[in-house]
C-alpha cells in the first residue's frame, strides 16, 4: 500500500499552524520568566481571559470586531500589570517554589471567575476570519488554522522588533539579562516588571481570541497552557528562539501522534520528546545552564 504523502503534507501544515501558536503563547512566558524569575503556570488561564473578554465586549457590549478586538487587549494589558502589583511583587525575592504555587493559586482564581460570571458552558467566538478553504498546491488547510499561524508569525515579529529598537524594549532586554546592572543603568526595574507582564497578557490575549476562535471558549482552555509549558522546557525557560522553535516542533508532534497514533497520544508523544531532550540537555535546546529548576 503507497503511502499518503498528501496527508501527511496537510496534517503537518496544520501542526505548524498550530505550532505558530504555541510558540507565540511561548513568547509570552519566557518574557515573564526572563523579567521577573517567575514559572507562570497561569498563562493558560490568562489566554482563557483573553478569549472571554473579546466573547464580552463583541456578543456580549455588541462592539464590532475591529473595536472588539483592541479593546480586549487593553483590558488584558491592565489585567497583566494589575496582577504584577498585586500577586508577583509581593512574592519577589521568595523562593521559586512559592512564587510557582502563587501562580498555581491564580490559574484557580482565573478559572472561578469565568465559570462564576460565564458559567462552564463552551461558547462559540463571533466569525471573523474568512471561511475559504486555503490550498497550497494539492493540500488543504483550514483556513482559521492559516491565519492564526499568520496572526502568530506578524505579533512575534513585531514583538521582536519593538524588543530591539523600543527605548521601553531594550530596557526590558537590560532587565532580564541583569537586574542589578539594570538598577546601576538607572532603570526602574519595577516598572520594568509591570511592562513584562502586561506585555506577555497581551500576547497571551491574542494568542485566546485565535484559540477561541479555532475550537471555541471555556473554563477548560487553560489546558492549552499544559503544551505550552512543555514548549517552553523543551526549548528552555529563558529562550525566545527555544519557545518559537519548541512551538513548531511539539505542534508537529502533536499533529503526528493524532494522526497516526490517535488522539490520546498526542500529549503522550510531547512528553515522551519532552523527557528524552531533558535527558540530553536538562536546561532545553537553546536554555542556559544557570536556570533553577524547581
Do not use: C
Not at 524569575?37 to 456578543?59: E, K, T, W
Not at 483550514?142 to 492564526?148: D, V
Amino acid at each position: 500500500m503507497n503511502f499518503d504523502w498528501l496527508f501527511l503534507l496537510e496534517i503537518s501544515l496544520a501542526g505548524l499552524g498550530t505550532g505558530g501558536l504555541y510558540g507565540l503563547t511561548g513568547l509570552a512566558f519566557v518574557i515573564i520568566y526572563k523579567a521577573t524569575r517567575v514559572v507562570n503556570l497561569a498563562l493558560g488561564d490568562m489566554l482563557m481571559a483573553g478569549a472571554y473578554l473579546f466573547f464580552a465586549f463583541s456578543a456580549g457590549a455588541g462592539l464590532p470586531i475591529w473595536l472588539a478586538v483592541p479593546a480586549a487587549l487593553a483590558a488584558m494589558g491592565v489585567l497583566g500589570m494589575v496582577l504584577e502589583r498585586t500577586v508577583i511583587r509581593p512574592m519577589l525575592g521568595e523562593s521559586p517554589i512559592a512564587s510557582f504555587m502563587v501562580t498555581v493559586g491564580l490559574s484557580s482564581i482565573l478559572v472561578g471567575l469565568v465559570e462564576l460570571i460565564w458559567t462552564a458552558d463552551q461558547r462559540r467566538l463571533p466569525e471573523f476570519f474568512p471561511s475559504a478553504p486555503i490550498r497550497l498546491g494539492e493540500a488543504f488547510l483550514a483556513p482559521k488554522i492559516f491565519y492564526g499561524f499568520w496572526i502568530a508569525v506578524a505579533l512575534i515579529a513585531i514583538v521582536l522588533l519593538t524588543f530591539r529598537y523600543w527605548r521601553g524594549g531594550v530596557a526590558l532586554r537590560a532587565t532580564a539579562s541583569d537586574q542589578a546592572a539594570a538598577y546601576s543603568m538607572g532603570i526602574n526595574v519595577p516598572r520594568m516588571f509591570s511592562l513584562a507582564w502586561s506585555f506577555a497578557a497581551v500576547i497571551a490575549g491574542v494568542a485566546g481570541i485565535v484559540v477561541g476562535a479555532i475550537g471555541g471558549i471555556s473554563s477548560t482552555m487553560g489546558v492549552f497552557g499544559l503544551s505550552v509549558l512543555v514548549v517552553v522546557i523543551f526549548g528552555g525557560l529563558d529562550s525566545v528562539a527555544g519557545a518559537l522553535v519548541g512551538g513548531l516542533i511539539i505542534g508537529l508532534i502533536e499533529a503526528w501522534a493524532g494522526a497516526y497514533l490517535g488522539g490520546e497520544y498526542k500529549l503522550l508523544a510531547t512528553f515522551i520528546l519532552l523527557v528524552a531532550i531533558l535527558l540530553i540537555r536538562p536546561y532545553g535546546l537553546f536554555g542556559t545552564h544557570e536556570i533553577e529548576r524547581l
